[in-house]
């Protein structure tokens, strides 16, 4: 069964670097959407993508974060400079989008985890 | 907004036991769909079931099964003749839809241990 990947599965990072975070989204794939999840907390939308635009993002996604489809494979979240309250699991999910049903469930990848220090 | 509360911070149950699962959630909005996930230990979010807001049936996957109250805007999560490998975290999220995307709000999550 297809999967969504994402690389690194652990990124350790200085406060102040950037920091990238790698999704392979499944092939046939239409929307993109990255959530967080801080230790012992909820799991929080992010961002959602599609048509190479942001479609919604939330309060948490401020000017620090950035997605971008590079080629036709990848969706990479971007956080410019970190902070230690990034630290996080951060999760990559797509989902198709068939005309007329656009109840298609969201499939998620293993995850990220960040530590920031 | 939308939120999704899960009132039930851990569940234990024994082997080949029925559990359910309780989640409420509050919304303005009369289109929407509900999913329940599962997040084993080795952490990737795992579709269990799905609701669509506008069908009365309540859905039912193999061994999970859901009581969708409408109304009540509860959406409780049955898992009958329980085996080791649904040891795992639940969360109870709504979707909405902007502009085709979907946004997911979860709730807390439950923690649900299976007693051999």
């Known amino acids: 069964e297809p999967e969504v990947t994402q690389t690194p599965s652990h990124q350790v990072t200085q406060m102040g670097q950037e920091v990238i975070l790698r999704c392979v989204p499944i092939s046939n794939h239409l929307y993109f959407y990255w959530y967080r999840q801080i230790l012992g907390q909820k799991v929080e939308f992010l961002v959602s993508?599609?048509?190479?635009?942001?479609?919604?993002k939330s309060e948490i996604f401020d000017d620090q974060f950035s997605v971008e489809r590079p080629d036709g494979s990848n969706f990479t979240l971007k956080i410019r400079s970190t902070k230690l309250e990034d630290s996080a699991m951060y999760f990559c999910a797509s989902s198709e989008a068939l005309t007329g049903q656009l109840n298609q469930p969201q499939h998620f990848g293993d995850g990220t985890r960040l530590s920031i220090l | 907004a939308q939120t999704v509360t899960q009132s039930q911070p851990e569940m234990s149950v024994q082997e080949a036991e029925t559990v359910t699962l309780s989640c409420t959630y509050d919304t303005s909005e009369s289109d929407y769909y509900l999913f329940w996930y599962k997040q084993p230990p080795s952490r990737q979010m795992i579709l269990v079931i799905r609701q669509e807001a506008y069908k009365q049936q309540n859905a039912t996957e193999n061994r999970f099964s859901v009581n969708f109250q409408k109304a009540a805007k509860s959406f409780s999560l049955k898992i009958s003749d329980s085996q080791l490998g649904d040891a795992a975290m639940y969360f109870c999220?709504?979707?909405?839809?902007?502009?085709?995307?979907?946004?997911?709000?979860f709730g807390q999550g439950t923690r649900l241990t299976i007693n051999p």
């Open positions: 999220a709504y979707g909405s839809f902007i502009q085709g995307a979907q946004k997911l709000v």
């Open positions: 993508f599609y048509n190479n635009e942001i479609s919604e």
